[in-house]
């Protein structure tokens, strides 16, 4: 079983809709959960992080962690064409490294 | 403030050579850690070095190294290339070890042929 898993996508949406990613985990380690955005040709870029399960918002942003079904979402509201991009889960035990998802790729067309 | 650098941004090696890439992490942050990224594995660990020590090393083989320096800028290498190196080589800074705060370069593409 793989440590992480995440749907590869691609991910297509209208313009203004929501946009629905997840991940699940294996590792009971895992301490810190992340969401990273990749454009082409880009490094990933820290979207949103937390430490507790619950929900965290920022702006158009979502994340929810769920540690008892070791799962983890992203939702974002009134979806751009500019959120077109590959999203990356990653999680960290602590004083550890990052482990990444394989990323889900997500189409937001105008 | 000025971002991570990772120079050089695209590289053509051939199949046995050496490479060296580098990366200059944000001002004043000391921790650096180098990741592979490939179609079929995804992003993958290397190594983490925080005051020019590893702290954390990934499942590569001994032809990749890396080393830190005293400014914290650290250097990459992939000694007896191979076809499979080709990837995009990312680097990432934090002010300290473990911290989850990285933030990524834009990478070196390597090409192996």
């Known amino acids: 079983q793989k440590e992480v898993e995440q749907d590869p996508g691609p991910l297509s949406v209208p313009e203004g809709a929501i946009v629905s990613l997840n991940c699940t985990y294996s590792?009971?380690?895992?301490?810190?959960f992340m969401w990273y955005r990749q454009y082409s040709r880009k490094g990933p870029e820290l979207l949103m992080y937390?430490?507790?399960?619950g929900n965290k918002e920022d702006g158009r942003f979502t994340a929810q962690v769920d540690k008892s079904s070791k799962y983890i979402s992203l939702f974002i509201r009134d979806s751009q064409p500019s959120d077109s991009a590959t999203y990356l889960c990653?999680?960290?035990?602590?004083?550890?490294?990052?482990?990444f998802g394989g990323g889900t790729r997500v189409l937001v067309k105008p | 403030k000025a971002g991570v650098t990772q120079t050089p941004r695209y590289l053509i090696k051939t199949r046995g050579q050496q490479v060296t890439l580098s990366c200059s992490p944000i001002?004043?942050?000391?921790?650096v850690s180098w990741y592979q990224q490939t179609p079929g594995q995804g992003l993958q660990f290397l190594f983490e070095?925080?005051?020019?020590?590893?702290?954390n090393k990934g499942n590569f083989p001994g032809r990749f190294s890396g080393r830190q320096f005293s400014n914290s800028r650290s250097e990459m290498n992939v000694s007896t290339l191979e076809l499979g190196d080709s990837a995009l080589y990312l680097c990432?800074?934090?002010?300290?070890?473990?911290?989850?705060?990285?933030?990524f370069g834009s990478g070196t593409r390597l090409t192996v042929v």
């Open positions: 990432a800074s934090s002010l300290s070890t473990g911290d989850y705060g990285y933030t």
């Open positions: 590792n009971s380690a895992f301490q810190y």
């Open positions: 937390t430490y507790s399960s």
């Open positions: 990653a999680f960290q035990a602590a004083g550890n490294k990052l482990t």
């Open positions: 001002s004043g942050h000391r921790s």
């Open positions: 070095y925080f005051s020019e020590t590893q702290r």
